[in-house]
């Protein structure tokens, strides 16, 4: 016997067999069983779903020699000619080839003969809103008022272009999509029957792809029993479907959510070398994230991800404890940025590596502190002077202009940090504390400042370099941003930005040393000026700047 396909060979032939359409089997077998079964049927949905297979198993009950039965004998004549496509009281037409005025007059003249051998005449139309209005406007008066003996069963995936006095004439059942836990036991029941030993998580892509259609879902296993029988990889099967597969995804999710950067980028590189095609990583990996965000606001919705497995699902639960669904907001959001950077440089490659840095980076995620935040959450003390209270009276602070240094400090003032001096009029037991450290000396030091922050803290140092000295009085450094560079003072200005650069002025210049962020009139007019460092030295710190220095990194080219 020649070969047949899955979809043909294991097409429901009862209202046992059928799968998905309950709501839909229900009611007919109803109308069997009360002997109400009406002269027109409408059956609408998706493609794939059942909607032929089922107006076949409604004729071979209502034609059956037993019936009209719920069980049809399957042996009888018009069972049999049913299923072959050969009966003659049984007809079916295709909407799309027989759609014009002169098709539908033809049938009407048949409409009038009785049935051969049959209890009724039926015509299952394929395809129904492909008929032109005209026909339709013929067909309008006969299934009005049929012939006892005719009954129609319409099945279209448009009913929306049938014309509204032929749907007010029909019952109308709307077909559905078929969650993935039904076609996968479908194809594990296909499995069984063939001898196939497979494992059920290998049917899950498959189900993913069909999209709900039980017909593409048997005709992709009739494609893939070779390769699942050779190998037993699902990485075999995900790679000839074009899909992510959903260890994958759980994967990078887990790492992405423990702001593991490194591993993260290892993992997108190896997809890479893979030869994954990374927009269609992209698209899985945000609706991923969206199946978390909905388990997140709600457990229950677990039930209603019908395309994800049970392993999966319970990984799904795990992940959604771990994470803030503004978190997953901002991710999501970042991943549609990427598809955009995709367009312009060809490549998803880069954007997909400026995601995971900039989400994972500790400085750029002020939700997450990591350890070194943590440490410099609170603003340092600033120690103040130890003052005697008998001496406290005779005690009389010089103005900067005044101070003296002490002898031995004045190459070095920053290893010595702040000193007790004299003031040249104060009596010798008057001491006191003062700032040794001079705007000068941070002007001079600050790039080497900057170089150190550097290497904790990249993004930040590359706001810092848009900024320019203005002053240091009283144990506080005042810097200035222009208007261009109003957002880069309000990220540096943040409260754990500030005592992070407090913290690390201390270490610097070995004195406690406030800093404060201003807004400058006008722009500063020396831009080649030491004071300003610019910003190219140490990378911008938006989109643009990584992009530049992923670009000369790996050699890549700008195209818009």
């Known amino acids: 016997m020649d070969y047949q396909a899955f979809a043909l060979k294991y097409r429901p032939r009862n209202f046992q067999e059928v799968v998905g359409q309950a709501h839909v089997v229900s009611a007919l077998k109803k109308a069997i069983v009360s002997d109400r079964v009406h002269h027109a049927y409408l059956f609408s949905g998706p493609r794939g779903v059942g909607k032929t297979s089922l107006a076949r198993i409604l004729a071979r009950s209502l034609n059956c020699f037993e019936g009209p039965t719920l069980t049809p004998c399957g042996k009888c004549t018009s069972c049999t000619e049913i299923d072959r496509g050969v009966s003659l009281d049984v007809i079916e037409i295709d909407g799309a080839s027989n759609r014009g005025i002169d098709d539908i007059r033809t049938l009407r003249e048949n409409v009038k003969l009785s049935p051969t051998y049959s209890r009724y005449k039926i015509y299952i139309i394929d395809e129904v809103h492909q008929i032109t209005t005209d026909g339709f406007n013929a067909l309008l008066k006969t299934l009005e008022e049929p012939p006892h003996h005719v009954k129609f069963i319409f099945a279209t995936t448009h009913p929306q272009k049938i014309l509204p006095t032929i749907l007010s004439r029909c019952q109308k059942f709307q077909f559905h999509l078929l969650p993935a836990e039904q076609i996968v036991e479908k194809l594990q029941y296909i499995a069984e029957k063939e001898n196939i030993s497979l494992d059920k998580k290998l049917f899950y892509p498959i189900a993913r792809v069909s999209g709900g259609s039980i017909r593409d879902a048997e005709s992709l296993l009739d494609q893939f029993v070779p390769i699942l029988l050779d190998k037993k ?328």
């Not at 598809?339 to 490659?349: A, C, F, M, N």
């Not at 070194?372 to 609170?378: F, L, N, R, V």
């Not at 940090?417 to 450290?437: C, R």
């Not at 650069?501 to 080649?528: Q, R, W």
């Open 233 to 560: 990889d699902p990485g075999e099967v995900t790679s000839f479907l074009g899909i992510i597969d959903e260890e994958t995804l759980n994967t990078v999710t887990r790492y992405i959510i423990n702001k593991d950067v490194v591993n993260a980028l290892t993992f997108l590189n190896t997809l890479v070398e893979e030869g994954k095609d990374l927009g269609a990583f992209l698209l899985y990996f945000i609706e991923h994230l969206r199946n978390i965000a909905l388990v997140k606001l709600s457990p229950q919705v677990l039930k209603d991800l019908v395309y994800v497995s049970p392993q999966t699902k319970d990984i799904l639960k795990e992940l959604s404890r771990k994470t803030r669904i503004s978190d997953i907001l901002k991710l999501i959001e970042l991943l549609l940025d990427a598809k955009d950077w995709g367009r312009k440089l060809d490549s998803l490659r880069i954007p997909l590596e400026i995601v995971f840095i900039k989400y994972c980076q500790v400085e750029d995620n002020p939700q997450h502190p990591g350890p070194q935040q943590k440490q410099s959450a609170q603003k340092p003390v600033i120690p103040q002077p130890e003052i005697t209270p008998q001496k406290e009276k005779n005690i009389d602070f010089a103005p900067a202009q005044d101070i003296l240094t002490p002898k031995g400090i004045g190459e070095n003032p920053s290893r010595h940090g702040p000193h007790t001096v004299l003031s040249q009029d104060d009596p010798p037991q008057a001491e006191q504390v003062v700032d040794t450290v001079t705007l000068e000396y941070i002007r001079q030091s600050w790039k080497e400042f900057l170089s150190e922050i550097k290497k904790e803290r990249m993004s930040l140092a590359s706001y810092l370099a848009e900024s320019t000295l203005i002053s240091y009085e009283k144990q506080r450094l005042t810097l200035g941003f222009s208007r261009q560079y109003s957002f880069h003072k309000e990220i540096v200005e943040k409260a754990k930005n500030t005592s992070y650069l407090e913290e690390c002025l201390k270490k610097k210049f070995n004195a406690a040393i406030g800093i404060k962020f201003v807004l400058l009139k006008e722009e500063a007019s020396d831009k080649g000026n030491p004071d300003t460092m610019q910003s190219k030295e140490y990378g911008f710190p938006g989109e643009e700047g990584l992009v530049n220095d992923l670009l000369d990194t790996f050699e890549g080219t700008f195209d818009v």
